[in-house]
């Protein structure tokens, strides 16, 4: 009797590592309604002023999804696994700007103005370009850590851009804040815009190495770590400068923004609260002082502390040689006429404010128009870009990075404390932009170059790690079945 003996069968298994998903998809899903509340919000403001629906809804639409597409397209292709949220939160903001700025244009108010032309075309156009400069940020720079080689000439070309505005025939005195610089064909740029950007990397790319050195402490006083003197030195060149700052182009914005940047940095660098103390001791030293001899930042205090005084001062002849504004008294009524829900798109009398209501005070339309509700639900979406920032810090694996996006998530967080603050009377003017709304081409190339270079961090930081290589000496497992 025979039997038949089959030989063994070898199952071999292997197990491969599966990545992080990119979330491209999440982010496309997204940017459909990032794109589609602007274009429902142009159609009620067209509703509301003709009582038809705008002529170029369509183009609108097209145009803005155009651009959403081409964005998402970049991230897709050289940032896959950055964050899902920052681009459509970008896009809804910025779509949301044109409306407005589309929406003022059709004043008649403002159409008798002098000088006056229409802003929402420019808008549209430097917003392509601000996509532009976003998808070139994701192209050409691979790795964010490049920049940390770039530390201290990023200082000297912060430097240069502060300084551009005083240099003369370039720089340009506009109603008293020597901020801004002519550029044939172009009209008016703000450098200060783009230095925060550069001044970040410089910052990060310092502290990642003095960090050590400025987290020592000599004493402990009252509760707090003093550093050390020789340790005091950076801090106190980063807050001469912004004085100079404030004193030589009288720009409130740009020196809280500037010195404010740094000391967020300086904090999570260290972990010293006395730094954050020191921090804002010195910028309240030092707006003060210039405030006690600088006329143009005088008048944007006495504003802020009695508007309505200022607001019958611009109504009558007076020799004082003082530009009284009634700016922020009609600001003040736009937010009190919107009450918890708003007057609706299109509905408002912001116009009021006249020549800055699209670019200064262009907060104070969607508080009118959008109320409470509104105001509440665009401040959420400048917080979940900011907190999108910090969890990219937070997951950045690198300390530069870590820093990198600490400053401008920091920077950004400022700037719509100081405009929307400002506009709200609860600090005095400082004549910035609110990111992505506001009119202004310095402004959109600068925050969308920001938004890609946190999207760059983010990429980095969330790309899976790769495969260890694989041992050719090593066997594969096998599995062997009895027949």
Not at 367 to 375: F, P, R, S, V, Y
Request: aromatic share 10%; net charge positive.
């Amino acid at each position: 009797m025979s039997s038949t003996t089959n030989p063994p069968t070898h199952h071999t298994s292997t197990i491969g590592a599966i990545g992080a998903p990119s979330r491209r998809n999440t982010e496309l899903a997204l940017l459909v309604f990032a794109v589609a509340i602007p274009v429902f919000a142009y159609a009620n403001v067209g509703l509301a002023i003709k009582n038809q629906v705008p002529a170029g809804l369509l183009e609108y639409g097209l145009g803005l999804g155009l651009l959403a597409g081409v964005a998402h397209l970049a991230v897709r292709k050289f940032a896959p696994y950055a964050d899902p949220l920052l681009l459509p939160l970008a896009t809804l903001l910025n779509g949301l700007g044109l409306v407005v700025i589309w929406r003022l244009d059709q004043s008649k108010l403002l159409q008798s103005l002098p000088h006056f032309a229409a802003a929402a075309p420019r808008q549209l156009l430097y917003s392509a370009l601000g996509i532009a400069m976003f998808a070139a940020v994701l192209i050409f720079l691979k790795d964010h850590r490049a920049l940390q080689r770039y530390t201290y000439i990023s200082m000297v070309c912060a430097l240069v851009l502060l300084l551009l505005p005083l240099v003369p025939g370039l720089g340009a005195d506009i109603y008293g804040a020597k901020i801004w610089i002519r550029v044939p064909g172009l009209g008016s740029l703000q450098p200060g815009e783009f230095a925060k950007i550069v001044l970040a990397v410089f910052f990060a790319g310092y502290l990642m190495v003095k960090r050590d050195a400025l987290a020592l402490a000599s004493r402990r006083f009252m509760g707090l770590y003093l550093p050390r003197g020789r340790d005091l030195g950076p801090i106190l060149v980063v807050w001469a400068m912004s004085i100079l700052i404030l004193v030589f182009e009288t720009d409130l914005g740009t020196s809280l923004l500037f010195f404010g940047m740094f000391v967020i940095m300086l904090y999570v660098a260290t972990e010293r609260t006395s730094w954050i103390v020191f921090g804002l001791l010195m910028s309240a030293v030092g707006a003060v002082g210039v405030a006690s001899f600088e006329s143009h930042i005088q008048t944007r205090v006495n504003a802020w502390l009695n508007p309505m005084r200022e607001y019958q001062l611009s109504r009558q002849v007076t020799h004082d040689g003082i530009l009284h504004s009634d700016q922020l008294q009609q600001s003040l009524w736009a937010f009190g006429s919107g009450g918890t829900l708003g007057t609706g798109w299109g509905q408002g009398h912001s116009d009021l404010i006249k020549f800055a209501a699209n670019s200064d005070f262009v907060f104070a339309t969607f508080g009118e128009e959008l109320g409470l509700a509104g105001i509440m639900a665009m401040l959420l979406i400048y917080g979940l870009i900011v907190e999108r920032g910090v969890r990219t810090a937070l997951a950045a694996r690198d300390p530069f990075g870590k820093l990198l996006a600490v400053g401008l998530s920091g920077a950004f967080a400022l700037q719509v404390f100081v405009v929307a603050g400002g506009v709200m009377g609860l600090i005095p003017l400082t004549g910035m932009t609110m990111p992505f709304v506001a009119y202004g081409g310095s402004s959109v190339l600068a925050n969308w170059a920001l938004i890609g270079i946190l999207i760059r961090i983010s990429d980095t930081a969330r790309r899976p790690a790769p495969m260890p290589a694989g041992n050719p000496d090593a066997e594969m497992t096998q599995v062997v079945r009895p027949s």
